[in-house]
């Protein structure tokens, strides 16, 4: 049987043809297309000519097609729709994967023909992206140990290897675990206070799981599934029951316990920074990012909590006058947040969600790209597709041209992880021909009942937003360059687009237009869309301080160097009482379950990277509220030039300058979040 992974796409779009793919493919694939890559890097660093831009740079940048191609597909699956032979093909491919790239970065003779391409860049007469680009493959090569002798050069190689298998290890027991905890209800005590969307999406859920009780509601541990829950149940000792589940993944007993893999993971980190130089795996992280520091990054952050702190406590005092309750706890936050918000400003979640249906606010992100960037989006039923809930659509410029396809997978499954995120199938690149990208959104939306549509919280709506920001980012790459396309920026410049995005989202232009009831196709009337706006700072002080205690946490925790004496439960209340953490106020991730920071070191020590672009989102978006305009052309056109279709063509901070005319300020960030003294 012929293996299409190995095969030319001649399918629409040249999709993955995922009706022909299946796990045992893998294998095969993965050893040929690193085969191949390998000798494709030794050709290039065995060349007996000097190195010049085009026989090194261009030619790394042409190299590893077919390892690209197989890898994107397995690592979408794997987290998009995955199975027990998925993961058993990861376990097995992470490791190597990362020695052979650890090899590619240690390979002495091609970083030698880096080093005299970097030392001789401004005498080759290139432009200034071409110059970023020697830079940014000099950088990361020495990053990744190419300057490292002998031995060092061996182990951190084999660390490499080992964090790997680490990290797969980590996501799959946080996956299983999440999988596993289903609580089914069914009786009208159970139910209590639950309103019918919140009860229509649980029977749908019940029946994706195959359950067959009589009434049976599932909740799961997806965000769309707990939140409503615990905003809504009467019920007390249920909402704990799911607490404290959502708490504890990563950390129950037995075989998915986190608690060994991330203590190897943490000393493997510790053991490559100072192999580099640095004092602590922070040190390192932080050297490549605006920031620079933890230092620089903690500053920020603390600017931040010291008023969300004091908010947060007021809004528990809140809490507790309304609910008598003297025990205030983290399963009662949410819920009687939802009753304060309905005595301050005559609104609640059930008021709102029937007018934010899945499928008018895609029409509305789509909506709010088209005005900003010309583009436009038709769906596609032609595609092929790894689930049948995935949407495609053909995005075309505004002179019809082919600029991507754009996929959305938004439903939760227990053949998906948690959270939401941007991936693509296909980078864009322009190096002897266009190539335009696959670009897919991952949400985990509870999908509305057969024949209903699916309804979303605000906070879910902020989300699709969110994920559409990075979409977009991948989209409308203009660069030549592989390595500086698309979203492959610096860590805390990444989320500026897909969180300046969410703006538009509560925009009462927007809001009026796209925020249809679900039953009476009605508009959002004016007095909702005022109450909405007038409660938007309601409860940021609990919202920030779950976010940035964990941000605090992570640094704190890639900055300690006594790793064998580590009790997880401990670091985390010690860090916590440290920064005098609100009473009933949990973090946003504990640590057992904290992918963001174990499952790549993409985010480890770097979990603050989302305040830090909100303070360049919030004061981006000034631009077009100064320009009295949510669709302003100047600044418009400067956001896609500089920013979404710009990728790392210059250092981040030249770019918002090219985009605001100066470099932000903090003001606007605590302004929206109500923490203004």
């Known amino acids: 049987m012929t293996n299409p992974l190995l095969q030319t796409w001649l399918t629409p779009f040249e999709m993955p043809p ?12 993965f050893n040929i297309a690193l085969a191949k890559h390998q000798t494709e890097i030794q050709e290039i660093a065995n060349r007996a000519e000097e190195p010049t831009f085009e026989n090194t740079l261009l030619a790394l940048e042409a190299s590893g097609a077919l390892l690209n191609q197989t890898t994107s597909v397995f690592f979408n699956l794997s987290a998009s729709h995955t199975s027990q032979d998925i993961q058993s093909i990861e376990r097995d491919i992470a490791p190597k994967l990362a020695a052979h790239n650890a090899a590619l970065f240690l390979n002495e003779a091609l970083f030698q023909r880096i080093e005299k391409l970097h030392q001789n860049r401004q005498l080759l007469g290139l432009d200034s992206v071409s110059v970023r680009l020697i830079e940014r493959y000099h950088l990361d090569f020495v990053r990744a140990g190419a300057k490292l002798k002998d031995q060092d050069r061996q ?20 996956l299983a675990d999440e999988a596993l905890f289903c609580m089914v209800l069914s009786t009208e005590e159970e139910l209590a206070g639950l309103p019918d969307f919140v009860i229509s999406a649980a029977k749908q859920q019940a029946r994706d799981r195959g359950l067959t009780q009589t009434n ?9 599934s707990l939140t409503p829950f615990m905003t809504f149940s009467e019920r007390r000792d249920l909402r704990e029951i799911m607490w404290k589940a959502w708490c504890k993944r990563g950390e129950n007993a037995g075989p998915h316990n986190n608690h060994l893999v991330m203590h190897e993971i943490l000393k493997i980190r510790l053991a490559q920074a100072r192999l580099l130089g640095y004092q602590n795996f922070s040190d390192y992280a932080l050297a490549d990012t605006m920031a620079g520091s933890p230092a620089k990054a903690r500053d920020l952050l603390m600017r931040v909590w010291s008023p969300a702190r004091l908010k947060a406590i007021q809004e528990g005092q809140d809490l507790k006058k309304l609910s008598g309750l003297s025990d205030l706890a983290a399963w009662d936050w949410h819920y009687w947040t939802e009753r304060v918000r309905k005595e301050k400003f005559d609104l609640n979640e059930a008021e709102i969600k029937p007018y934010l249906q899945l499928h008018k606010l895609m029409e509305a992100m789509f909506a709010v790209a088209s005005r900003l960037f010309g583009v436009q989006f038709k769906q596609v039923t032609n595609i092929a597709k790894y689930h049948e809930s995935v949407t495609g659509w053909d995005v075309t410029d505004s002179e019809g041209k082919h600029v991507g396809l754009f996929l959305s997978d938004n439903f939760a499954r227990s053949s998906k992880r948690s959270g939401a995120w941007m991936s693509t199938y296909r980078d864009p690149m322009n190096l002897t021909q266009e190539v335009r990208p696959i670009v897919v959104n991952n949400n985990n ?3 509305g009942e057969l024949g209903k549509p699916t309804l979303l919280s605000l906070d879910d709506a902020r989300t699709l937003f969110h994920e559409f920001g990075h979409g977009l980012h991948g989209l409308l790459s203009r660069v030549k360059y592989p390595r500086l396309s698309g979203t492959s920026v610096l860590r805390d410049f990444v989320e500026f687009p897909s969180q300046v995005y969410e703006n538009w989202l509560m925009q009462p232009q927007i809001l009026k237009e796209f925020a249809l009831h679900a039953e009476t196709g009605q508009p959002m009337p004016n007095e909702l869309i005022e109450k909405i706006l007038a409660a938007q700072t309601f409860n940021q002080g ?10 605090l946490v992570d640094l704190a925790l890639h900055e300690n160097t006594d790793l064998d004496n ?18 009933a106020i949990g973090m946003r991730h504990r640590l057992p379950h904290f992918s963001h920071l174990f499952s790549s070191n993409g985010y480890a020590s770097a979990y603050y990277v989302y305040m830090w672009a909100e303070v360049l989102d919030a004061d981006g978006f000034d631009a077009f509220l100064e320009a009295g305009d949510l669709f302003a052309k100047e600044p418009a056109q400067k956001l896609y030039e500089h920013i979404y279709s710009a990728g790392n063509c210059q250092d981040p901070m030249s770019a918002y300058v090219a985009f605001r005319g100066r470099e932000p300020t903090v003001s606007p960030l605590l302004t929206k979040r109500g923490l203004s003294v």
């Open 18 to 29: 995922f009706e022909s793919i299946q796990a045992n493919h893998f294998p095969e694939a």
């Open 542 to 551: 609990f919202a920030t301080v779950e976010y940035v205690s964990c941000a």
């Open 216 to 224: 049976a509601h599932a909740f799961t541990l997806s965000r769309s």
């Open 566 to 583: 580590l009790d997880f439960q401990k670091f985390e209340d010690q860090s916590l009482s440290a920064i005098q953490m609100p009473p």
């Open 445 to 447: 939306f509870s999908q």
């Open 155 to 174: 182990t951190f190689a084999a660390y490499a290897e080992k964090l790997a298998s680490c990290f797969t290890q980590f996501s799959q027991n946080v």
